[in-house]
């Protein structure tokens, strides 16, 4: 299955990922192609499962608070806050619009 160019340039702005280069439209293609044999499994009738491990049911226990307005000393644990809040490192590349920039698979 091809990928074609605006699905590539949805995934890398999701992803923060370059595939300008054949090697990673392929990788890309054969995970597309892997993923898709599970289209092949007939889950007709089959109830999702909220956990992989069939012999064990999952409990959700009582959500009480015992410590609490400790969240100075959480925040000191980050790089760095913004309004109370953890600030995730941006990705690894920044990406310009499709217009922009040329990909593998707009010369092809």
Sequence with gaps: QKVSVEVLDHLEHLALVDFRDSEGVERLQKAIQ??????EVN????EPMDSVLED???YLREDDVTEGNCTKELL???RETVE??????PGNIPLEKL??????LQGS
Excluded at 34 to 39: I, P, T, Y
Excluded at 99 to 104: F, I, L, N, V
């Design 34 to 39: 892997f993923a898709d044999q599970l289209h």
């Design 43 to 46: 889950t007709d009738g089959v």
């Design 56 to 58: 064990r049911c999952l």
């Design 76 to 78: 000191e644990n980050a």
């Design 84 to 89: 109370e809040y953890f600030v995730a490192p």
């Design 99 to 104: 217009e922009g920039r040329k990909t593998y």
